[in-house]
């Protein structure tokens, strides 16, 4: 009986290797890799204007605008803000030594002294509004000044920068 045994087996697998369905052995595949990108996305803007006014005689802060920084990029980045003038607006009349001391207001960060460039490094994505800083600059009044200046337009350009490090 065992040997029948060993033989019927041996003959199911035999049939069972045959009865592949003949489809089976004609197959074909195809296959496609999907792939999008999206571009990286690192920007600065401003409803500042080119040249904005301040008050250095009825007030002691001047909002300038806002700041909205956007950037879908992962990694370090980097807001810098630096003053021509290291954080003072100078007389325009050429012989005028005078200077006006300011402070910088960036956001909820207030009384930033600009004699040096202000770096400040975040390492988020933003939301798809962006980040928003409004700006402005302190200063005393001319009349609350220890020594007040003389009578002259007086300048500063600040300048706001982000890198991705």
Do not use: H
Request: proline share 4%; aromatic share 8%.
């Amino acid at each position: 009986m065992r040997g029948k045994t060993k033989y019927l087996l041996l003959g199911l697998a035999l049939i069972g290797a045959f009865c592949v369905p003949v489809n089976a052995l004609a197959q074909e595949t195809i296959s496609v890799n999907l792939r999008g990108m999206i571009p990286k996305i690192f920007s600065i803007t401003s409803n500042m204007n080119e040249t904005e006014s301040v008050d250095l005689v009825g007030s002691d802060i001047t909002v300038l605008g806002k700041v909205v920084v956007f950037s879908n990029v992962m990694g370090t980045w980097t807001i810098s803000v630096k003053s021509t003038n290291g954080g003072q607006m100078v007389g325009a009349t050429p012989g005028n030594t005078d200077v006006y001391p300011y402070l910088l207001n960036f956001g909820t960060i207030e009384g930033i002294n600009l004699s040096e460039v202000y770096r400040m490094s975040l390492s988020v994505t933003t939301p798809k509004a962006g980040l928003e800083y409004p700006i402005s600059v302190s200063y005393e009044k001319n009349d609350d000044l220890s020594v007040p200046v003389y009578s002259d337009d007086y300048w500063d350009t600040i300048t706001i920068t982000i890198a991705i490090a």
